[in-house]
């Protein structure tokens, strides 16, 4: 199996769909199997979806939005933006720094660096909460002095960004590092032998590069990281209108019986994911050859 | 400096590769390995017989066989449905294709907790597919089955994200040439496409399987949490460290941390680097 | 795009960031008011939420000034464990002595004798567990005996987590005591008969009540008193009826000041008076209109005291030695409840 197969490539149109008819099945296999398949996402993934919007409008509109306007539910709102707002941008920054390093030189210990990268994404987001309050709890490693010297961690908002950044870790990384090797290393070069600066040329050369890469990390970290809640719910503290996500918040709702105020906030994350799965297809149809690394090179 | 460097990397003329490898390094640790790190020394601290003990009993097995049986029922039912879906997205056309192939990556845009609640309405006795299989006897949420649909949500994109690819690639000359050799459909499929695929569903499988592994937000709305039946291991994470048992909580999370190294190990085995693996794939 | 575009991009995202860390910042400043945190228990929701908005009236007409109560709710056992992990609590309002008692002394922000502080045991009220059954009763469910029978569903959260469950632990524990004229052996074999029965174990009284009420798991809720009559209301009342055992617990769930906290934020004063005002008749009524026994029945409605049944109650005091007896005994590792639950595999 060559790495370029298993490299996977955005999804595109089926160019031999209905292709040649000796390799086909007949039409009611065909349809059989596309009905197994269709019912099969409807029920894990289509009805889960319609349900939470039918919960939502289920004492209509004015009961919606005054779920939604919620003081409480406004704060999460904040929150959950805030928080996407620190930890997004942290994770492109280090994305691009992980993804330069591994993709542009070839150094000892490269394939453990890369292991190291992978693990926040198979860590239990629990843990990912755990390990912050062993350290930052008043119980934990360094939580007397910060106690001591008036820093709070732990159930306020650098928690719940550390463990926001810590589940998020990799996305953004994972993305643009194959565009990176794919390129190679000539151009930078070149650009460097006619005189320019090492970072115009990452300006002017890598960047541009992989910009849709970078963009495309940026959409499923963001995703992932308004929408937590394992790892945040460990460091959060529930506080009301304080230290709750708009995850949380739902949770909170939902504890409260006040499922349709639940499915409301919750239907504003669905919101997001769609909006999320929209932009990426643009950005798949549109950019394909971008964002693949097999693509043109 | 720079010759003690060259010794462990090849010489390149591209600069900044001790900024970028400072920054993703200190990241790395900041972040991720020194909070690891806290996380090992404290179930360390309680000394080898008392974590073996914690890793032995009753409890802890029970909800760490539940957590990784579910994962594992979890991501073959994925592989055998991602085929499935992969197959059909790939080769045939109906109407809708495009739709249904965007909305198969649901599950990485939807934040856990509202898929949680959402599954619990839909599959609770008195939902919509609930209330149809509850006078069959078969109940989904609140019980194992429920923890595994959840996992089942979480864990269907990563496989059909990386077959629907190779599928793409594979030449139809050569099912053309094995029909025409005389071979039946179904041999073709199990004999041409299905070795071509494998490795990719393989990596699939294993992605599904880690993901699933450590979830929380999604299963813990659809699981009864009953000790020893329906309690998944992070929960049980959570509830050592509710009832002030750090350490229990610790020796936890750190088996569950080994079995994450693991995988993530066995995937760079499998074809030398994860790629894109998280969105589309 | 040109390079100058990723610039300015680059740009955005760091201004982006400027404004995040302003925004945190400026959270953190504006204090001008007072602001409390009271870190509660799972069913006090709704209580609080009218207590907080009462005595922030009251303090603004009292002092001129304004304070905002902020809430934290979940299991009681969770809740004392943010307090001990460093959630910076000016009150605690929990479901039992022994969580206040954890964080004393784990923490030394509470001083050990903090239950004498404040009247009645420093509880404003108190409760007691009955059982929530489904309309007309189907199972035929009038007392604990009833609970172990084998196809009895019965739903209760985790003693190991919530502290309604264990108050609804002990309540059957004397229930059975007392019916098996003390015998150890056989109050444990209904121990272990009635938790064999329970199908959900949720980590608080109100995951379980959510499963019960919403989720139609179960036969049997055991819940506090007002979380029954809450049940009615928020899902109509037409859909469930309340069992009320021969014999139950009284349930204290206590107030404390988070001394350390409150010193070392300057909020003594308002956390006091906030504490003290649970034991205002204005408060007493309000807590009586949530269904919780008020510890001044004359300040109630009237209306509102017909509601509570008299049911014989032991304590946990009297009968079981006090929290600082009960818990370990009971609920710590290797406890009663440990050793008796063995669920179904």
């Known amino acids: 199996m060559s790495e370029a197969a298993l490299t996977p490539s955005p999804a595109r149109p089926a160019r031999r769909a209905g292709g040649a008819r000796v390799r086909g099945e007949s039409r009611l296999v065909q349809a059989i199997l596309i009905a197994i398949a269709l019912v099969f996402l409807l029920l894990v993934l289509g009805l889960p979806l319609a349900s939470v919007f039918v919960e939502a409008f289920r004492k209509g509109w004015d009961v919606y939005l005054e779920g939604l306007s919620d003081p409480d539910a406004l704060a999460a709102v904040r929150l959950t933006l805030l928080v996407a707002a620190i930890a997004v941008p942290v994770n492109v920054v280090f994305g691009l720094a992980a993804a330069w390093c591994i993709a542009k030189y070839e150094f000892r210990g490269k394939t453990l660096l890369t292991s190291l990268i992978d693990l926040p994404f198979s860590v239990s987001p629990v843990i990912s909460g755990l390990v912050y309050v062993l350290l930052f709890g008043a119980q934990g490693w360094f939580g007397p002095w910060l106690k001591a010297n008036g820093v709070e961690i732990i159930f306020a908002l650098p928690g719940i960004v550390l463990a926001t950044i810590f589940v998020t870790f990799p996305f953004v990384a994972r993305e643009v590092l194959p565009l990176m090797q794919s390129h190679g290393t000539a151009d930078e070069e070149a650009a460097l032998t006619l005189g320019a600066s090492g970072w115009r040329t990452f300006w002017t050369i890598t960047l541009p590069n992989v910009k849709w890469g970078v963009l495309y990390g940026v959409l499923l970290c963001n995703a992932r990281a308004m929408g937590e809640f394992g790892a945040v719910s460990v460091v959060s503290g529930r506080i009301r209108g304080l230290t709750t996500t708009m995850p949380l918040h739902v949770e909170i709702l939902y504890n409260e019986y006040n499922t349709v105020a639940a499915f409301a906030v919750a239907s504003l994350l669905a919101l997001l994911a769609l909006v999320t799965l929209v932009l990426k297809t643009l950005l798949e149809w549109r950019y394909a050859d971008h964002l693949s690394a097999n693509g043109k090179h | 400096m720079q010759a003690a460097a060259s010794r462990w990397r090849q010489p390149s003329i591209l600069p900044g590769f001790g900024l970028a490898l400072g920054v993703t390094l200190t990241a790395l640790c900041l972040i991720v390995l020194i909070p690891l790190a806290g996380l090992v020394l404290k179930a360390a601290s309680i000394g080898p017989a008392e974590f073996i003990a914690i890793a032995r009993s009753e409890r802890t097995v029970a909800a760490l066989r539940l957590s990784f049986g579910a994962a594992f029922l979890a991501a073959l039912v994925n592989a055998i449905f991602g085929m499935l879906i992969a197959w059909v997205l790939v080769r045939y056309r109906f109407p809708g294709r495009r739709l249904v192939d965007a909305a198969v990556d649901l599950p990485f845009a939807m934040p856990t907790a509202v898929a949680g609640i959402a599954l619990a309405a839909v599959y609770a006795p008195n939902g919509w597919v609930g209330s149809l299989l509850d006078p069959l006897g078969v109940k989904v949420a609140y019980t194992p089955l429920g923890v595994a649909v959840a996992l089942v949500f979480i864990g269907l994109p990563f496989v059909v994200r990386t077959v629907q690819p190779v599928l793409e690639e594979i030449e139809p000359e050569v099912e053309e040439a094995a029909a025409l050799l005389g071979a039946e459909r179904l041999r073709t499929v199990f004999t041409v496409v299905l070795p071509a695929v494998f490795p990719a569903l393989i990596t699939g499988f294993v992605l599904a399987f880690a993901r699933a592994v450590g979830e929380y937000g999604s299963v813990i709305f659809i699981a009864g949490n009953v000790p020893m039946v329906s309690e998944i291991a992070p929960l049980l994470i959570v509830i050592r460290l509710e009832q002030f048992d750090y350490a229990g909580a610790a020796v936890v999370g750190v088996l569950m941390l080994l079995a994450s190294f693991l995988l993530i190990l066995l995937l760079n085995l499998l074809h030398g680097g994860l790629r894109r693996r998280y969105g589309h794939v | ?345």
């Open chain 3, 1 to 345: 795009m040109t390079r100058k575009r990723l610039r300015r991009l680059f740009d955005y995202a760091m201004a982006a960031l400027a404004l995040a860390f302003c925004l945190a910042v400026t959270a953190g400043a504006r204090a001008q008011t007072v602001e409390l945190l009271n870190v509660s228990y799972d069913p006090t929701r709704e209580l609080y939420r009218a207590i907080n908005a009462a005595f922030a009236q009251e303090w603004k007409a009292k002092t001129g000034k304004t304070v905002t109560i902020r809430q934290s709710h979940g299991g009681s056992g969770a809740q004392a464990r943010t307090v001990i992990d460093g959630l910076n609590a000016d009150v605690v309002t929990l479901a039992l002595g022994g969580d206040i008692d954890a964080i004393a002394q784990r923490t030394k922000k509470i001083p050990a004798d903090w239950q004498k502080r404040l009247p009645n045991n420093a509880s404003p009220y108190t409760s007691t567990i009955v059982f929530l059954v489904r309309k007309g009763n189907p199972k035929g469910i009038k007392d604990w005996g009833d609970l172990a029978k084998p196809g009895v569903g019965v739903v209760t959260p985790n003693p190991k987590t919530s502290g309604g469950a264990r108050w609804n632990y002990l309540a059957a524990w004397a229930w059975a005591k007392k019916a098996n004229n003390g015998d150890e052996a056989k109050t444990r074999e209904y121990i272990a008969a009635l938790f064999a029965n329970v199908s959900v174990l949720d980590t608080g009284a109100r995951g379980a009540t959510t499963t019960f009420a919403q989720r139609g798991i179960g036969d049997v809720l055991l819940a506090w008193e007002n979380e029954a009559y809450l049940v009615g209301e928020e899902f109509g009342a037409e859909k469930f009826d309340i069992v009320t055992p021969s014999l139950s617990i009284l349930a204290e769930p206590p107030v404390s000041l988070v001394d350390g906290n409150v010193d070392a934020k300057g909020t003594r004063e308002a956390a006091q008076a906030y504490l003290d005002f649970l034991y205002t008749p204005k408060a007493q009524a309000i807590i009586a209109k949530h269904h919780y026994r008020p510890m001044k029945p004359e300040a109630a409605d009237p209306k509102d005291m017909a509601q509570f049944k008299t049911i014989d109650l032991v304590t946990i005091d009297k009968d079981f030695g006090g929290w600082t007896k009960a818990q370990p005994e009971h609920f710590g590792d290797g406890g009663t409840f440990d050793q008796l639950y063995k669920p179904k595999r």
